[in-house]
């Protein structure tokens, strides 16, 4: 295989293992699937490895920005509807709120950083339920991040940007063991065009605002995905999460 063809199917493998977890656990996997016999001190793969976890940190970032522009504009919208969307208060009341809104559609929508790899008709029910939560649980927690920006009260101090980061980092061990590539199916034509984070993460099991109520995760095996497409949303990048 020729090298750029060999790093072109790297960032296939980089696409397909971040979205099953958004960490980077196991960020040697996609390298390792690629250069199969090749040596970790080689130079060719040190340099893949720092391009998963480049590739990696990026996708971070824009996933981040797009939950943020989503929160705000799902917030404005309640606003403009009046269902006291701007009311709610805490991580388990707007959660259930967006969780209301919620649309399968939302995913390629927001998930743009995968479009042309997944194969959205053909993701598994469990890797839906998992996209949901991610959405439904970052856009509440970035919307409360928003409240302590706004009213600085001690009951929301918690809410900062670095507890947006951790509670990012933390959301695989909601789904730990349910998960791997083959909920992820690639499209027929995958196109495409490490440093280790030292951050503390949350864990959604001991966090407060991290229990999810048993009917929480809406039942995808009935629902239809023949018409979903990929999502253009030209929108301008927020730089409250980077």
């Known amino acids: 295989m020729a090298e750029q063809e060999?790093?072109?199917?790297l960032e296939i493998q980089n696409r397909q293992y971040y979205i099953c977890g958004l960490n980077r656990r196991d960020f040697q996997l996609p390298a390792r699937n690629v250069f199969t016999d090749m040596s970790s001190a080689n130079p060719i793969f040190i340099l893949?490895?720092?391009k998963t976890g480049r590739d990696f940190k990026n996708?971070?970032?824009v996933l981040l920005n797009k939950f943020c522009e989503h929160a705000e504009n799902w917030a404005k919208d309640q606003l403009r509807r009046k269902l006291g969307g701007?009311?709610?208060?805490?991580?388990a009341e707007i959660r259930r709120a967006i969780r209301d809104s919620f649309d399968i559609s939302w995913i390629p929508q927001l998930w743009t950083v995968f479009r042309g790899i997944i194969d959205w008709r053909s993701v598994s029910d469990v890797g839906y339920q998992w996209l949901q939560y991610v959405t439904c649980h970052m856009m509440a927690v970035i919307r409360m991040q928003k409240i302590n920006e706004t009213f600085r009260e001690p009951g929301?101090?918690?809410y900062t940007r670095e507890y947006v980061?951790?509670?990012y980092d933390g959301l695989h061990l909601r789904f730990a063991g349910r998960l791997s590539v083959a909920d992820f199916p690639l499209t027929e034509v995958p196109s495409t065009t490490a440093r280790h984070a030292s951050r503390p993460f949350i864990d959604p099991y001991e966090d407060s605002d991290g229990e999810i109520e048993d009917d929480f995760y809406t039942d995808f095996s009935?629902?239809?995905r023949s018409n979903l497409f990929v999502w253009y949303v030209q929108s301008p990048l927020y730089t409250c999460l980077i």
């Open 156 to 158: 929301y101090a918690k």
């Open 6 to 9: 060999a790093f072109n199917q």
């Open 165 to 167: 980061l951790q509670t």
């Open 86 to 91: 701007n009311e709610l208060r805490t991580v």
């Open 222 to 224: 009935n629902i239809d």
């Open 48 to 50: 893949a490895l720092k």
């Open 59 to 61: 996708w971070k970032a």
